[in-house]
């Protein structure tokens, strides 16, 4: 197969209602120079987190993506496991949908999106925006573990020394898309020791 008839690298992001949507649009910022088609599905409650903690438009957050769904679109291309994906980044991840993906009961098309990624034993990484766990909470998320989910909450490792809430954002956008190998320049490397 020649170059030209590759399909691109494709990796599908969702953002969910949990707080830290700005996760999900420093993602989709990060991903725009690297070599990758993003296809974003936002759920409703994701809108409005949106609203309460940024001044962006969920219309400004669907043009950073190459491609954008509607929640309700569950025949879209990401609904099934013959589109070939890197996998799919949950960023954040709400307790809902995860409970979802566990069950492998979806109500949308990115809970949809993340079951066929499983399904496919492709990667699918949920940055949980949830604390205090309760045991159900952390069942279910053992039970995506066993599936094949990376479980990342978005914890910042501080020995970047990081200077701005922007800093702190960016290593750990930066870090899950490690996890895929793609390199975003964004990650300040441990080396061992300080500087």
């Known amino acids: 197969m020649s170059e030209a008839e590759r399909p ?3 990796l599908i992001v969702g ?12 993602l989709l910022e990060a991903l725009r120079p690297l070599p990758v088609e993003t296809h974003l599905v936002m759920t409703k409650a994701a809108e409005m987190t949106l609203a309460y903690e940024t001044d962006l438009k969920p219309a400004q957050v669907r043009t ?3 491609v954008a769904y509607a929640p309700g679109d569950v025949g879209a291309a990401i609904a099934s496991g013959s589109f070939l994906t ?3 980044v949950v960023a954040p991840c709400s307790i ?3 409970s ?3 069950t492998g009961v979806t109500s949308n098309l990115l809970t949809r999106a993340a079951d066929v990624v499983l399904k496919e034993r492709r990667r699918l990484v949920l940055m949980v925006r949830e604390t205090p766990l309760h045991s159900g909470h952390l069942r279910n998320l053992l039970a995506l573990a066993d599936l094949g989910a990376v479980i990342a909450p978005p914890v ?3 020995y970047a020394r990081p200077a701005t809430v922007e ?3 960016d290593h750990t956008v930066g870090r899950v898309l490690d996890l895929f190998d793609l390199d975003s320049g964004r990650v300040r490397r441990w080396t061992g020791g300080p500087d």
């Open 96 to 98: 809902r949908s995860m």
């Open 100 to 102: 979802e993906m566990a």
């Open 167 to 169: 800093d702190l954002v």
């Open 156 to 158: 910042p490792g501080f």
């Open 15 to 26: 953002i969910s209602g949990a707080s830290g949507v700005i996760y999900g649009v420093r």
């Open 64 to 66: 950073l993506a190459d």
């Open 86 to 88: 890197l996998g799919m």
């Open 8 to 10: 691109p690298r494709r």
